[in-house]
């Protein structure tokens, strides 16, 4: 068994890095990826680790990125890259700018969750998450704890989702950038979770792939 796309509390994941090797030790996985969300803070921790932990270590990220024109509408993208060098230059220049974009995102989510007359601040979120980079995920979980929503799905339907009133606009680059970021650092790029994606029926996910093949 393996596992190539977790979060760690270095992006919106619930464990830290070497609680996630312990967790996948114990399960019996044999190769994991850390892929944080825009983020390679977790990896080296791993890699000063994982000589003590039976699996291979694969380097990972998952890079938000802004659809090409003639597919505005599909939602969402990320990028996974893998097996890539994490003393690249560029590409810790482009993450550290999107870490830079999270932080002063955050703050205005709970700005207009607040004037929605939402009690709750940024500081309950780190508190309860310890998370290197606080994200919606954080967000929504408090909010279903603290009974604002009923579940983690509803704070998104209701308030945090994409053109949902506390919506604040993250951090993009283009999908061709991304690709070619993590060609340049020696890794391989991945479209991530292809299903989530929202086609017509005149552009669908294999027009998208191709348009993704064209860039590298």
Same mark, same amino acid.
Request: aromatic share 8%; proline share 5%.
């Given at each position: 068994?393996?596992?190539?796309?977790?979060?760690?509390?270095?992006?919106?994941?619930?464990?830290?890095?070497?609680?996630i090797?312990?967790?996948?030790?114990?399960?019996?996985?044999?190769?994991? *990826?850390?892929? %944080?969300?825009d983020?390679?803070?977790?990896?080296?921790?791993?890699?000063?680790?994982?000589?003590?932990?039976?699996?291979?270590?694969?380097?990972?990220?998952?890079?938000?990125?802004?659809?090409?024109?003639?597919?505005?509408?599909?939602?969402?993208? +990320?990028?996974?890259?893998?097996?890539? /060098?994490v003393?690249?230059?560029?590409?810790?220049q482009?993450?550290?700018?999107?870490?830079?974009?999270?932080?002063?995102?955050?703050?205005?989510? !709970?700005e207009?969750?607040?004037?929605?007359?939402i %009690?709750?601040?940024?500081?309950?979120?780190?508190?309860?998450?310890?998370?290197?980079?606080?994200?919606?995920? +954080?967000?929504?979980e408090?909010?279903?704890?603290?009974g604002?929503?009923?579940?983690?799905?509803?704070?998104?339907? !209701?308030?945090?989702?994409?053109?949902?009133?506390?919506?604040?606009?993250?951090?993009?680059? *283009?999908?061709?950038?991304a690709?070619?970021?993590?060609?340049?650092?020696?890794?391989?790029?991945?479209?991530?979770?292809?299903?989530?994606?929202?086609?017509?029926? /005149?552009?669908?996910?294999?027009?998208?792939?191709?348009?993704?093949?064209?860039?590298?």
């Amino acid at each position: 068994m393996i596992d190539l796309h977790i979060h760690s509390t270095a992006s919106d994941g619930s464990f830290p890095p070497l609680e996630i090797l312990a967790l996948a030790k114990d399960a019996g996985v044999r190769a994991i *990826s850390l892929t %944080d969300h825009d983020s390679i803070a977790g990896i080296k921790e791993i890699q000063e680790n994982i000589s003590q932990y039976p699996m291979e270590f694969i380097t990972g990220v998952e890079i938000s990125c802004e659809p090409p024109k003639a597919f505005k509408g599909i939602g969402s993208v +990320h990028l996974l890259g893998y097996g890539f /060098s994490v003393y690249d230059r560029r590409l810790n220049q482009v993450l550290q700018q999107a870490v830079r974009s999270r932080n002063e995102r955050n703050p205005k989510i !709970i700005e207009r969750l607040n004037e929605l007359g939402i %009690d709750i601040s940024l500081a309950e979120v780190a508190e309860r998450f310890g998370a290197d980079q606080t994200g919606r995920p +954080h967000i929504a979980e408090l909010m279903k704890e603290k009974g604002i929503v009923k579940s983690f799905g509803e704070a998104f339907d !209701i308030y945090l989702g994409k053109d949902k009133p506390a919506y604040v606009e993250k951090f993009k680059i *283009s999908c061709e950038e991304a690709i070619q970021i993590i060609l340049e650092a020696g890794g391989l790029p991945v479209l991530a979770h292809p299903g989530l994606l929202e086609f017509n029926r /005149s552009r669908g996910l294999e027009s998208f792939v191709d348009v993704l093949v064209g860039f590298g």
